[in-house]
């Protein structure tokens, strides 16, 4: 007989699970939906969170890191600026969709009423049988909104999902749908403007129809002691492009998951990232491309600085089918340490079944040019205020890439601000 060891759920898995058997009578779907949050819900139970033994966990072992679930839903907040100005703004308020507001070509509901109504629309399956985020905010989640976006559409205006919340437990699913030729901003952002501890748990999935041009923003800007666990799904089709930009400048432990699959001829994904870390934080960037047709491209850069006793990490992969030949991809990862304390781990892979490809990786970590550092200082300029600049200017380089003034201007004011907080 082959019996499996039963495991002692550490004081945070506790609190999950607990978080599920309270809120179980509660959270939105009919009986197949329960039943899926049930099954999800067991396996957290049964085999507790990864540790560094799962290999796609091995430089962020949650078991360890996620050591207390905050209870209940938070205090009552209100909607903030949009990060670009002129953005529509559709809110999740502590963890609540709104009504979406008339929006040419714009069309939808909210998740909580397509789990009602059993949309299945709204997967509740696994990435992978390591898939705990997956896992988590399936069993949880509440609400979120479901997104149709007309072919043809040019957005006037970027759209804004902001999750906004001040502590507590907010678990959101979002599905995005792009249809054809359709161009425009859309921002997916998370907030916290009080200090109260929050667990955060955010699943999107993200389709580009033919031609579609999209630039998609994920701003994380969580608390001091937040935990933010997100995951982003992504399909490409025929001539898709898409310019995805990922910013960390908040949060005690982070994990972002990106997972891409790139289905149609002549897509093309850039995506570039941007990790600000200070203090004794933890922030994951965990990237997956599936190469699976011929005469695709990607580019992907990530940046990271490193203050105190941060600690931070990049997985990429990237992975080319047999039949995607004409394949151009390339990934770098960047680091500044700016503390003898600070450490950051890079894992760049290729996966390549494909003969006929121009493929690369590559990761370095470094502190300021001395060389540069001394230019500034020579002309006057203070130590603290040269090393910002320098630091400023290494970063905003992959902001300016995605070619768009008006996002630029307001990450450079964020990474600005993160700055003056944490030299």
């Given at each position: 007989m082959n019996m499996q060891k039963q495991i002692t759920l550490t004081a945070a898995e506790e609190a999950l699970v607990a978080s599920?058997?309270?809120?179980?009578?509660?959270?939105?779907?009919?009986?197949?939906?329960?039943?899926?949050?049930?099954?999800?819900?067991?396996?957290?139970?049964?085999?507790?969170?990864?540790?560094?033994?799962?290999?796609?966990?091995?430089?962020?072992d949650l078991r360890n890191l996620l050591r207390t679930v905050p209870e209940g839903s938070g205090e009552a907040v209100n909607a903030l600026s949009p990060l670009l100005p002129g953005s529509a703004v559709l809110p999740l308020v502590q963890g609540r969709a709104s009504h979406i507001p008339a929006i040419d070509g714009v069309s939808g509901g909210n998740t909580a009423d397509a789990l009602a109504n059993g949309d299945t629309a709204v997967r509740l399956e696994l990435a992978h049988k390591d898939d705990a985020i997956g896992r988590i905010n399936g069993a949880l989640m509440?609400?979120?909104?479901?997104?149709?976006?007309?072919e043809g559409t040019t957005l006037a205006e970027p759209l804004?999902?902001?999750s906004v919340h001040d502590g507590?437990?907010?678990?959101?699913?979002?599905?995005?749908?792009?249809?054809?030729?359709?161009?425009?901003?859309?921002?997916?952002?998370?907030?916290?403007?009080?200090?109260?501890a929050a667990l955060v748990s955010s699943l999107t999935s993200l389709s580009l129809g033919k031609d579609a041009e999209i630039t998609y923003v994920v701003m994380q800007q969580q608390g001091a002691e937040d935990s933010h666990l997100g995951k982003l799904r992504i399909e490409l089709?025929?001539?898709?492009?898409?310019?995805?930009?990922?910013?960390?400048?908040?949060?005690?432990?982070?994990?972002?998951?990106?997972?891409c699959t790139v289905n149609g001829e002549g897509a093309d994904l850039t995506l570039r990232g941007v990790n600000l870390l200070g203090g004794e934080t933890h922030t994951d960037i965990t990237f997956?491309?599936?190469?699976?047709?011929?005469?695709?491209?990607?580019?992907?850069?990530?940046?990271n600085v490193v203050f105190d006793k941060a600690r931070g990490v990049f997985q990429g992969l990237i992975r080319v089918a047999q039949d995607a030949q004409k394949t151009d991809a390339k990934m770098s990862c960047n680091t500044l340490l700016m503390s003898d304390f600070g450490t950051f781990s890079a894992?760049?892979?290729?996966?390549?079944?494909?003969?006929d490809v121009q493929c690369g990786h590559g990761a370095t970590v470094t502190d300021i040019d001395p060389n540069h550092l001394y230019y500034l200082m020579a002309r006057g300029i203070p130590r603290k205020v040269a090393e910002g600049l320098l630091i400023n200017a290494f970063v905003a380089e992959v902001v300016e890439e995605l070619d768009n003034e008006q996002l630029s201007e307001a990450v450079e004011a964020i990474i600005t601000d993160w700055l003056d907080r944490h030299e």
């Open positions: 599920f058997g309270r809120l179980a009578g509660s959270l939105p779907g009919n009986a197949e939906v329960t039943t899926e949050r049930d099954r999800l819900a067991g396996e957290l139970r049964s085999n507790g969170l990864p540790t560094r033994r799962v290999e796609a966990w091995h430089y962020t509440s609400d979120g909104y479901i997104l149709d976006i007309a804004e999902i902001q507590g437990q907010v678990h959101n699913r979002n599905r995005i749908d792009v249809g054809e030729g359709v161009s425009g901003m859309l921002v997916e952002r998370h907030v916290a403007p009080q200090g109260d089709g025929e001539n898709a492009r898409l310019k995805l930009l990922i910013v960390n400048a908040g949060g005690k432990l982070v994990r972002h998951e990106i997972d997956d491309l599936g190469h699976n047709v011929p005469n695709t491209t990607s580019t992907e850069v990530v940046r894992k760049p892979e290729l996966e390549i079944f494909a003969d």
